[in-house]
């Protein structure tokens, strides 16, 4: 239209420059300017009409290609979305969350909690967390520890990590001395747990370190303390060839509070352990040990799913603390980060589970499973009765690997079907992708362990701590025969040059796959107990 209201001037000037006559000014044609106008109407309506439909194709194209990519994105498997290279970067980004070299309770957890807390805010999570208090042990003086005999008046003095060590959760003494007294059989009031000891005042107390003999090692170290013990040695049994134990000596009770003893323990060798008891004469024994329990507040870090029915949840848990003496990036910075970018893949693929899943990092795991089992003593029974499974990825990446999965089909009866079902599984994902596998105990020495204690039936995947590989395995896998699977487990070397990248993509694939099968149910609970076919 701009243009014809410009055109129409400059026509008349051109007549009125071109008249012979002055007096007869020509005038612009009716007709000629009527039809002028028509055409540019219609060539303005025609424009018009093509932008409009211009602007509709466009807005329909751009339906179409987010409808593709949204499909496109809701149709990409979980496992498919696992990239090795993210997987070691949150490995690298973990370990830089270390104080000290440690992301122990004391040291670098809160920092690693952050982490994964903010990561899972930035992706669209709500994340909480999970406050609980934990005694946390310190051997003050290390390999100062004192262990010695005097019968008929020779000294015997034996050596700390070889012979004797200090048991976690000991109390502290500086000589401690008394007579020895063994109640290392069956007949000594069942191994020292029944009834009162009244004969253990003032002395020190041999003890079996079985605790399938009688009751657990803290209820013999109490039994000891409240018959007047001044402390108490657990000593392995005959046959066992193990080094001297150090081995947690507390209590976990049913709200999730830990009990720890008051005097002296100290674990010996069976080789010692008999030496002890087949003296034919009085042995007198001085023990001094210094240790510390204090109070730490911890927490675990915890992420809901908003789609899924909360009476089928799927718990997918791995403990992200490590020990004081390093890291820990296999032990657990490897299941941790697994289940974390699994997480976030879940998000960003748009994935909407039928059944509910709670991602769970658990803290203080080296203190005895402490996060998990306060989860679950926490538990009403309405929320306990909520939960279908829980899924533990602790060490997934063991430089000198097998790849693990938990013995689900040794479960006790009321979990058998849907445990083994799990196992199953990941028995399934392996053989598609023509992977060797092991199928490992279920012993509960992970943060499945309180899951399965109140009949939650649970699984999980692990590549090996401080066993040896054996030749069969070595066959299957290759690696390093007669080395540990882990040879830097619990120690300062664990970090990010501690780890196996070929098999920590391998299990967390293994761990997406079991995942998404389990949350694309309709009815998950009737598909674990009915088992699968593999």
């Known amino acids: 239209m701009a243009e014809s209201t410009e055109k129409t001037p400059m026509l008349k000037t051109y007549f009125k420059a071109g008249a012979s006559d002055a007096s007869q000014e020509l005038q612009p044609q009716p007709k000629l300017h009527q039809r002028l106008n028509r055409r540019f109407i219609t060539l303005a309506i025609a424009i018009l009409v093509l932008l409009v439909a211009i602007v509709i194709i466009a807005v329909v194209l751009a339906v179409v290609l987010s409808r593709d990519s949204s499909s496109s994105s809701t149709s990409e498997s979980l496992v498919d979305s696992v990239n090795s290279e993210e997987l070691l970067q949150a490995l690298r980004e973990l370990q830089e969350t270390s104080i000290d070299n440690s992301r122990s309770v004391l040291n670098g957890y809160n920092n690693s909690a952050e982490y994964v807390f903010k990561e899972l805010e ?25 262990f010695r005999i005097v019968v008929e008046g020779h000294n015997f003095e034996f050596a700390e990590t070889s012979q004797f060590n200090v048991m976690t959760y000991s109390g502290s003494c500086d000589d401690c001395t008394g007579e020895l007294v063994s109640v290392m059989e069956e007949g000594d009031n069942n191994y020292g747990c029944d009834g009162d000891l009244d004969n253990v ?19 013999k170290a109490e039994n000891a303390f409240i018959g007047g013990a001044k402390a108490v040695i657990f000593g392995r049994d005959e046959g066992d060839t193990n080094g001297p134990p150090a081995s947690r000596v507390y209590d976990k009770t049913a709200t999730g509070e830990i009990r720890t003893v008051d005097i002296p323990a100290i674990g010996v060798t069976a080789v010692v352990a008999s030496q002890l008891m087949n003296y034919n004469a009085t042995v007198q024994v001085t023990i001094s040990t210094y240790t510390r329990v204090t109070e730490a507040i911890t927490y675990n870090v915890f992420a809901r799913t908003e789609s899924g029915t909360n009476e089928s949840t799927i718990v997918v848990g791995s403990h992200l603390d490590s020990v004081p003496p390093g890291p820990g990036i296999n032990d657990n910075g490897s299941g941790s980060m697994a289940n974390l970018r699994l997480a976030i893949s879940l998000k960003k693929l748009g994935k909407t589970p039928k059944n509910q899943i709670l991602f769970a990092w658990w803290g203080a795991e080296e203190l005895g499973l402490l996060g ?58 392996f053989e598609t992708n023509e992977l060797a596998y092991d199928i490992v105990p279920f012993t509960g020495r992970s943060d499945y362990g309180p899951f399965i204690e109140v009949n939650i039936p649970a699984g999980g995947l692990f590549t090996g701590a401080e066993l040896l590989k054996t030749k069969e395995q070595y066959e299957a896998y290759g690696g390093i025969v007669n080395a540990p699977l882990d040879p830097c487990y619990h120690k300062f070397c664990d970090n990010i040059q501690n780890i196996a990248a070929d098999v920590f993509e391998d299990m967390t694939r293994a761990a997406a796959y079991v995942i998404e099968t389990l949350f694309e149910q309709d009815d998950l609970r009737e598909y674990l107990e009915n088992g699968i076919n593999i």
């Not at 013995?407 to 028995?427: K, Y």
Request: with cysteine; glycine share 4%; hydrophobic share 35%.
């Open 122 to 146: 930035d992706n669209g999570y709500s994340p909480y967390k999970q406050y609980f208090t934990v005694p946390v042990f310190e051997n003050l003086r290390p390999n100062e520890a004192v």
């Open 201 to 219: 005042e003032d002395s020190i107390v041999l003890m079996t370190y079985n605790d399938q003999k009688g009751c657990s090692l803290y209820f």
């Open 372 to 429: 998990s089992t306060y989860y679950v003593a926490q538990l009403s029974e309405l929320e306990r009765s909520g939960i279908a499974l829980n899924l533990n990825f602790d060490m997934i990446a063991s430089p000198n690997y097998i790849r693990g999965i938990y013995n689900g089909s040794s479960a006790d009866e009321e979990i058998l079907a849907a445990s083994t079902t799990i196992q199953d599984l990941f028995i399934q994902y």
